[in-house]
T-cell receptor, first 109, second 113 residues
Framework: GQNIDQPTEMTATEGAIVQINCTYQTSGFNGLFWYQQHAGEAPTFLSYNVLDGLEEKGRFSSFLSRSKGYSYLLLKELQMKDSASYLCAVTPGYSTLTFGKGTMLLVSP | DTAVSQTPKYLVTQMGNDKSIKCEQNLGHDTMYWYKQDSKKFLKIMFSYNNKELIINETVPNRFSPKSPDKAHLNLHINSLELGDSAVYFC????????????FGPGTRLTVL
């Protein structure tokens, strides 16, 4: 079976840094994705990791450790518009994307 | 605009009815998907199609029948709607199967009364 865990909710202050963790146990691994979903909108792609290490893209970075079944999404210089749900998703095999339940991030002034 | 589009955006219907949701992508992608997002915001894969062929059917009741007339379209027909079918349904597409970025449509909010 597939199991993906991430915190349900997090809060942070504008301008701060926040790290959203994701742990996974899946039968097979073909990469890990992070998606952002604003309320009432579709998920949008943020990052993809398949090798261990850190991928940086502007204010957002994503880290993967395959041996530990662990990833995190790091958001720097938080802005109010970053308030959203952040979805960790794993591709355990061919053509399947399994999502975690998402972490709702609330950024306050 | 290049995108994944779905119609309708909102769908309110009575229990027992049959309804369809349409999805089109003009991104030239080979693979399309249907996801269900429940009230707790859990996004779960339902179906995956590659070049009009069914690849994945994730233990979805057979009241749900996807149809792909061509690789740019993947429609979802639901028979005998039940209260538990109320959710947001997202269509998505990707260039290839497997580990490839997926582009999501705007979603269809289905409410069964």
């Amino acid at each position: 079976g597939q199991n993906i865990d991430q915190p349900t909710e997090m809060t942070a202050t504008e301008g701060a840094i926040v790290q959203i963790n994701c742990t996974y146990q899946t039968s097979g691994f073909n990469g890990l994705f992070w998606y952002q979903q604003h309320a009432g909108e579709a998920p949008t792609f943020l990052s993809y990791n398949v090798l261990d290490g850190l991928e940086e893209k502007g204010r957002f970075s994503s880290f993967l450790s395959r041996s530990k079944g662990y990833s995190y999404l790091l958001l720097k210089e938080l802005q109010m518009k970053d308030s959203a749900s952040y979805l960790c998703a794993v591709t355990p095999g061919y053509s399947t994307l399994t999502f975690g339940k998402g972490t709702m991030l609330l950024v306050s002034p | 605009d290049t995108a994944v589009s779905q119609t309708p955006k909102y769908l309110v219907t009575q229990m027992g009815n049959d309804k369809s949701i349409k999805c089109e992508q003009n991104l030239g992608h080979d693979t399309m998907y249907w996801y269900k997002q429940d009230s707790k915001k859990f996004l779960k894969i339902m179906f995956s199609y590659n070049n009009k062929e069914l690849i994945i059917n994730e233990t979805v009741p057979n009241r749900f029948s996807p149809k792909s007339p061509d690789k740019a379209h993947l429609n979802l027909h639901i028979n005998s709607l039940e209260l538990g079918d109320s959710a947001v349904y997202f269509c998505a597409s990707s260039h290839e199967q497997g580990a490839d970025e997926q582009f999501f449509g705007p979603g269809t909010r289905l409410t069964v009364l």
